[in-house]
């Protein structure tokens, strides 16, 4: 069967610092990868998405940025945090040619 | 792009009562619109999901319903129970391979 992994669940970095969320999907080829932030625990705002290596869309300007470096391995990365960037960020996957869209445990930012 | 709104932001119940969350879509285009359940502090997850060939989809105590026409689907919840208590998100797609726009969330929130 397919699982998400996501990791770290907890993180508090300064502000200023660099920041790198790891998302790996097992049990799958060739997944679509999507990464999202939640602030104050509502509304899903999509960051990235990607349909393949090298393939990335970035939906939102910001100071973040992701990479594939792998078929099933998606990276969120920031090199200078700012406060604005604490919200809990989650991963989440779909099969090629699939709906349905499934999530990461999440990790929750605390940028101080 | 696709802009899904989604309302109302919170919602109290009495447990056994019916509740109803409602969201339009903007993109005629969007033919996929699933409902999530998010419990606090933990990842959204699937509930129920309905394609637009179909007008209702029911499992259960739970029903979506669609109407292309006028842009909007809702989501009923009947004879609910305290753990039905959560955020749930509706979103948009334009079916496989196109990323899934969320609406803001709505608390539900069922009093015993």
């Known amino acids: 069967s397919q699982t998400i992994h996501q990791w770290p669940a907890t993180l508090v970095q300064p502000v200023g610092s660099p920041l790198s969320l790891e998302c790996t999907v097992e049990?799958?080829?060739?997944?679509?990868l999507y990464w999202y932030r939640q602030a104050a625990g509502r509304g899903l705002q999509l960051l990235f998405y990607?349909?393949?290596?090298?393939?990335i869309s970035s939906e939102v300007p910001q100071n973040l940025s992701a990479s594939r470096p792998q078929d099933r391995q998606f990276i969120l990365s920031s090199k200078k945090l700012l406060l604005s960037d604490s919200g809990f960020y989650l991963c989440a996957w779909s099969v090629q040619g699939g709906f349905e869209a499934f999530f990461g445990q999440g990790t929750r930012l605390t940028v101080v | 792009g696709e802009n899904v709104e989604q309302h109302p932001s919170t919602l109290s119940v009495q447990e056994g009562d019916s509740a109803v969350i409602k969201c339009t879509y903007s993109?005629?285009?969007?033919?996929?619109f699933p409902w999530y359940k998010q419990e606090l502090g933990k990842r959204p997850q699937l509930i129920i999901d309905i394609r637009s060939n179909v007008g209702e989809k029911k499992d259960q105590r739970i029903a979506v319903t669609l109407n292309k026409t006028a842009k909007h689907f809702s989501l009923h919840i009947t004879e609910t129970q305290p753990e039905d208590s959560a955020v749930y998100f509706c979103a948009a797609s334009q079916g496989s391979n196109y990323k899934l726009t969320f609406g803001k969330g709505t608390l539900l929130t069922v009093n015993p």
């Open positions: 990607s349909i393949g290596i090298d393939q």
């Open positions: 993109d005629s285009a969007s033919n996929y």
């Open positions: 049990g799958t080829s060739n997944p679509n």
